[in-house]
């Protein structure tokens, strides 16, 4: 059963029963408490609930204490639809596809909303944006038809519809996960912090460790005083000691012999930690036991989560000692490992490279098959023909892959080759690349010296282009393999007391109780090979978790 719904400003709404081609069987029904409808309809029936987008409506939905089991978000599938008719970045939202679909003005989407750290106040259930009101429930309903319609004209419209569903759903995990929170020790986080950087200046500067540490480099130089989280200041002291620098990047330093430069290592690594998830992050963040990020489902272009402030995908390892599960409670952590090189054994059908991949380490089935037994010269070469490494240490390796893996290279020699003229690639269920220029342009084709100098801003654009593209096919379809498993572990966890609390590119966090941990490791399992079979069918590729059942989130293998 499918039923569209609009929210209004005053935590009501309107529903409207749709038959399966999105046509309306009913009439718009109006309510008062939009909440408990919907509440009352996902006791009664489950349907597919049809609406503009769920980073919009859900999470009130959540505080409301109604939880959805399945949507179709009509935002998130009109950037997938535009994408792949080659007009990506085109505004997305509800009024600008009734716009598109009406011949109307197209206006351009909102800007994205501030994300406010938990404890900043929460807005009324279902408030509105500021402006004119939105698209009603016809144009909700007539733009999920012609969706409909576009995906049925797709290229592979059965992967079309996985991805939608995949990327529906995701946005469901991303409001679940940011209203259950991972939990989080603040006084382990502030133990923490004072052990590695010192106690908080009094005063609001940096720590003590910092400054002891930034009076050392001064004094290394010679110099007074030195802010040693400024580049141009560092730069400047080692061209005064007669060392020319192009940056201070951290792999750079290294290779300088200066007394400095061990304590710019230690001062970038504790500065860093001090500046993204020092006592400032941990008062705006953490609320209750519980650091709540707002994930953004498909922020990056190959459809990689991204964060919305809380800095969730970088958290070191040294301050995922402060995630501690609740007491009687444990993390089932599950990392995929060697994903992406998987995903190329299994999207681009070489049979040898299958075989490879149906073992657990995929780089030491490569040695064995094809490198001497050289495990590190595979995993060079495989990550090269992936990320276009192509030159140093990495020609040789490439060598002997393209000698024995000819159609797995061929694949993304293929997707760089596309990337290179300006073409669009897509992953396996369909989400595309943006578009792109051609490296060389069309009247420079026959002309020598536009086409055959590498060093020439085109050829460097069209080869930066094919690195992107060349991944993008790999790395987009790791990104869908992973929202399927989400997808699928939601499902099998429903109801069993365990929670979805973390997610990051390929890794995912269970919070459940203690004397269940053994059976939520079994689902996630469970999941994962679900996800494989719904992406690839049987393919002898095997996509294995490395499970872990911890307290903390740092034990975790």
Known sequence: MLVAVVADEQGGGVLQPLAPSGVPVGPPEPVADLAAAMAAREHADQPRWI??????????????????????????????????????????????????????TVPPDP????????GAGQAALFDAEPGPAGPGITALTRVYADQLDRIAATDEPGRFRLLVAAESAGALIAAEMGAAGLPWRADVHDAML????????????????????????????????????????????????????????????????????????????????????????RDSWVRDGRFRPEYVPGGVVSGRWATRGGGAL??????????????????????????????????????????????????AALARDAFGGDRGRAKVALLGAMYGQTGGAAVPALAVLRRSYPT???????????????????????????????????????????????????????????????????????????????????????GTGAELVFFQHDEV?????????????????????????????????????DLSIVECYADAA
């Open 51 to 104: 609406w503009a987008s769920g980073a919009a409506l859900y999470p009130a939905l959540l505080r409301a204490g109604v939880r959805v089991e399945r949507c179709h978000d009509v935002e998130l599938t009109e950037a997938l639809l535009l994408g792949h008719a080659g007009r990506w970045g085109e505004p997305r939202a509800l009024a600008a596809a009734w716009g598109r679909l009406t011949g109307a």
């Open 111 to 118: 800007p994205p909303r501030v994300a406010a750290p938990p």
């Open 194 to 281: 004072t052990e590695l950087l010192g106690e908080p200046s009094p005063v609001g500067g940096p720590p003590r460790r910092l400054a002891e540490l930034a009076a050392r480099i001064a004094d290394a130089f010679g110099l007074r005083q030195l802010h040693a989280d400024s580049p141009a200041e560092l730069l400047k002291a080692f061209e005064r000691a007669g060392v020319k620098l192009p940056n201070t990047r951290a792999w750079v330093l290294r290779g300088v012999d200066h007394p400095a430069v061990p304590l710019i290592l230690e001062h970038k690594e504790l500065y860093r930690i001090w500046t993204a998830h020092g006592w400032a992050w």
């Open 314 to 363: 970088q958290i070191p390892k040294v301050i995922r000692r402060a995630a501690v599960a609740d007491p009687g409670w444990r993390f089932v952590v599950a990392d995929a490992g060697q994903l992406e090189p998987r995903v190329l054994a299994a999207v681009s059908g070489d049979a040898r490279l299958a075989r490879a991949g149906a073992t657990g380490d995929l780089y």
């Open 408 to 494: 797995a290279f061929g694949y993304v020699e293929a997707a760089a080759r596309t990337g290179e003229t300006g073409g669009l690639v897509r992953s396996w269920l369909g989400r595309t690349c943006p578009p792109g220029t051609a490296g060389v342009a069309d009247d420079d084709v026959g002309d020598p010296d536009a086409a055959d100098d590498r060093h020439s801003p085109r050829a460097r654009a069209a080869r930066s282009r094919g690195r992107f593209t060349r991944n993008f096919v790999v790395q987009a379809t790791a990104a869908e393999w992973a929202s399927a498993l989400l997808a699928v572990l939601r499902g099998e966890v429903a």
């Open 509 to 545: 966090i269970v919070h459940c109780p203690a004397e269940r941990a053994e059976r939520v490791a079994e689902a996630v399992d469970r999941a994962g090979r679900r996800a494989t079979a719904l992406l690839f069918g049987d393919t002898p590729v095997r996509f294995p978790l």
